[in-house]
């Protein structure tokens, strides 16, 4: 039986929606696909519930014409200043009764361990979204997966995520005014995650970046969990504003000469190249060459990218990375954000997070942009195959057929409802 999952990423600049279809042989196939520019949402935060309700309902009718189906119930993530994260360490006896004797370690000795690490203090204006394990110790040593070992006391080291409470029921509250049933809330960057980086990127340690509008969040990861998750309040649209004041211009225009023209690397030939400035009020149009429009914009994606090291180096307590770091997001679009970002962290391991080919429709939701969206449905796959019975969409046209899934979902992204 085939079954919908619907991604919906509301975001500063834009929100956008992908819709998959999951065949009986676990595979995903893309078949919807739309986006719009926001509406009532400021630096990733619902600022007003009606006007971001219309763009949602907009978004979704738009993949839902594409798709041939009507959209039920939805997921959706969070991200920005309203999350923050901590690390946690739980122990408990592997014997129950207390007698210490070395048994074999079952599931619901891990439940315990984890329930234990989970016994921190939660503001009263938070609310705990994630719960994901990173590593486990079996009397000191340390191991992935305790199961079918034997031991006495058992460690569980777990990365938690906080939401704000506020922004938690106003994402609730917008999808209930817009009549969709919303399955649940995650964090954005792991969806990104689970759409951008591969297996061994994982294992080895790589940094997600997603280059927002208003915001820049970063999550580490390490021997398949994150280690690390972080939100910087900048984004793409300071670059916007430092074009606006410094030509004269609005803001609207400002952001399309960005789009089209904008780059943060110069690649030798931008002073060949002119970019016309639009004339506002009484004042005609100027023109200005690409290399001094790149004099705008590097100096902050530099500084984005700077304020992320330091953020990483001052709070990760990690080592070394030998993975990858994976741009996503808007801002990843720009020319230049690889070879910049390669100066500022010093690596040639940088990459564009792309999503892998799902289907034969549009493919703008390969782009970077989109990680958020199609994570959200990758990563819940699982959880939409154990609720075919309820809430779901409602297919009403046959489509295409089924094309080639980008990997296997983490396995560590399975506790995360």
């Known amino acids: 039986m085939e079954d919908i999952i619907v991604g919906l990423d509301i975001g500063t600049c834009n929100t956008r929606v992908v819709i998959g279809l999951l065949h009986e042989d676990n595979n995903v196939e893309i078949i919807g696909v739309s986006q719009n520019p926001s509406e009532g949402v400021r630096n990733g935060v619902i600022v007003n519930i009606d006007a971001c309700k219309n763009v949602i309902q907009k978004t979704i009718e738009d993949a839902e014409l594409m798709a041939g189906v009507q959209v039920v119930s939805v997921f ?4 920005g200043s309203q999350i923050e994260s901590l690390n946690s360490r739980g122990n408990c ?4 009764s207390g007698k210490n004797r070395s048994i074999e370690i079952s599931e619901s000795t891990k439940a315990r361990a984890i329930e234990s690490a989970k016994a921190v203090i939660i503001p009263s204006d938070k609310t705990l979204l994630h719960v994901i394990p990173q590593e486990y110790f079996v009397d000191g040593t340390s191991t992935q997966n305790p199961l079918k070992t034997f031991g006495v006391r058992l460690d569980a080291c777990v990365h938690l995520v906080l939401a704000s409470l506020t922004a938690y029921s106003t994402i609730q509250e917008c ?3 817009a009549n969709y049933y919303l399955n649940s809330i995650m964090l954005k960057t792991l969806a990104s995650t689970t759409a951008t980086i ?6 080895l340690g790589s940094i997600l970046i997603d280059m927002g509008g208003g915001t820049t969040d970063v999550i580490v990861v390490k021997n398949n969990a994150p280690v690390f998750t972080a939100s910087i309040p900048v984004g793409g649209n300071l670059v916007t504003n430092d074009i606006a004041y410094l ?7 400002a952001e399309r000469i960005k789009i089209e023209s904008g780059a943060c690397w110069c690649f030798g030939n931008e002073k060949n190249e002119e970019v016309i400035i639009p004339g506002v009020g009484g004042r005609g149009p100027e023109t200005m060459t690409r290399y001094n429009l790149v004099e705008i914009i590097q100096p902050r994606v530099s500084e984005i990218f700077e304020m992320v090291r330091k953020e990483i180096v001052k709070k990760s307590n990690i080592g070394i990375i030998h993975g990858s770091i994976v741009l996503t997001g808007g ?13 500022i962290f010093e690596t040639t391991s940088v990459r564009i997070g792309g999503c892998a080919s799902m289907g034969v429709i549009n493919e703008c939701y390969r782009e970077p942009d989109f990680a958020t969206a199609v994570g959200l449905v990758l990563v819940n796959k699982d959880f939409s195959s154990s609720q075919k019975s309820k809430k779901k969409a409602r297919k009403f046209d046959s489509g295409e057929s089924a094309s ?6 983490k396995r560590i992204f399975s506790d995360f409802f």
Do not use: W, Y
């Open 76 to 79: 959706t993530a969070i991200g």
């Open 93 to 96: 006896c592997v014997d129950p």
């Open 175 to 177: 999808m209930s005014r």
């Open 198 to 203: 591969h297996n061994d990127e994982m294992e």
């Open 247 to 253: 030509k004269g211009i609005p803001s609207s225009i």
């Open 331 to 343: 801002g990843a679009l720009m020319p230049g954000v690889v070879e910049l970002c390669q100066e």
């Open 404 to 409: 080639g899934f980008f990997s296997n979902v």
